[in-house]
């Protein structure tokens, strides 16, 4: 079977082409026009969408050397993420389900997220834990097995990915946060500075970033760099208390759970910082991290799991609603 993704959560404009669980093409377009508001701007954001979008989707069926003819059937986000470039997204997909008279799949962004790390590793095997780390979640997920999902913690408020932003806003960094603060960390000590791990009680699996973030903004507030503290140490500093609430609270779910087949899921997984952290501090445990090209907002992962959808018997849907806060159970 092939099917074509199509993915406007946010700021990631993305098509990409399914044959027979290969990805084909994988198309993306980032905004960069929301680098100079400091973060996404949602009417923005969907006017770039609808400016972008049939040239990324032809693109991708280009790339994978097929006509729309080939396609048997679309899988488009429906949520979470912003309403309006949701609704682009979801409208464009109806329209061409419609035009080619093919299958359409709404598909959850969490769970796409979930499923990139089966392109990484086919042989994953059910159950497992996964750390779904991004822009707008954090949480921590039992994955029983296709569609059977427990919530073992979650942020209650700034998710981790928000908190890099937040923090590269404030250190007067470029836009997406995560990848500023990686990359001036490396020049940085992470112990320059301690700031606060929250919700660090022995059993508790649940995240908070906001008095981190809050943390930083009174820290910035005197702050004049010297030989003594840089701003790379700051930012270090930083990253690294976003990192060790992270990796401590996968290793707890670990050990709560039993359960040694770990994933990590969303755009935070690119960090290499954490991908140290954790390679270092869980040693009883087998953790999978999806491709670089599949940790951010990508189509790939819609299109790979709506054929997994397609496959399993699921019927077309022409009549649902994008849902910005689509939740994954």
Not at 112 to 130: S, T, V
């Amino acid at each position: 079977m092939t099917v074509l993704g199509i993915e406007t959560s946010c700021d990631e404009t993305a098509a990409s082409i399914c044959h027979d669980g290969r990805i084909l093409s994988n198309i993306i377009s980032s905004q960069v026009v929301h680098s100079s508001f400091g973060g996404v701007v949602p009417e923005i954001a969907s006017r770039e969408h609808e400016l972008m979008l049939n040239s990324i989707v032809n693109d991708a069926i280009s790339e994978a050397n097929l006509s729309l003819g080939d396609l048997d059937a679309i899988a488009v986000t429906q949520g979470p993420g912003l309403a309006g470039a949701l609704l682009t997204g979801a409208s464009f997909a109806k329209g061409l389900s419609i035009g080619l008279n093919i299958s359409l799949i709404p598909i959850n962004h969490l769970e796409a997220h979930i499923f990139a790390n089966f392109l990484a590793d086919p042989n994953l095997n059910y159950p497992f834990i996964c750390l779904l780390i991004s822009g707008g979640h954090t949480q921590l997920w039992l994955v029983k097995n296709m569609g059977i999902y427990v919530l073992l913690g979650e942020t209650r408020d700034d998710a981790a990915g928000e908190a890099f932003d937040k923090g590269s806003r404030i250190l007067g960094l470029g836009y997406p946060g995560g990848p500023q603060i990686e990359k001036i960390s490396k020049n940085g000590d992470p112990t320059k500075i301690i700031f606060p791990r929250s919700l660090m009680g022995s059993d508790n699996l649940e995240f908070s970033f906001s008095g981190l973030k809050t943390s930083l903004l009174y820290f910035m507030d005197n702050f004049q760099e010297s030989k003594e503290c840089r701003l790379a140490d700051v930012a270090a500093s930083y990253q690294q208390a976003i990192v060790d609430c992270l990796s401590e609270k996968l290793a707890r779910a670990i050990m709560k759970t039993g359960i040694t087949n770990c994933v990590i899921a969303g755009g935070v997984a690119a960090n290499s910082c954490l991908r140290a952290e954790l390679n270092k501090r869980i040693r009883n445990a087998q953790i999978l991290y999806p491709d670089l090209e599949y940790c951010t907002d990508n189509a790939a992962m819609v299109s790979f799991l709506g054929e997994i959808k397609l496959k399993s018997g699921y019927k077309s849907n022409l009549i649902f609603n994008v849902s910005p806060n689509l939740k994954l159970t």
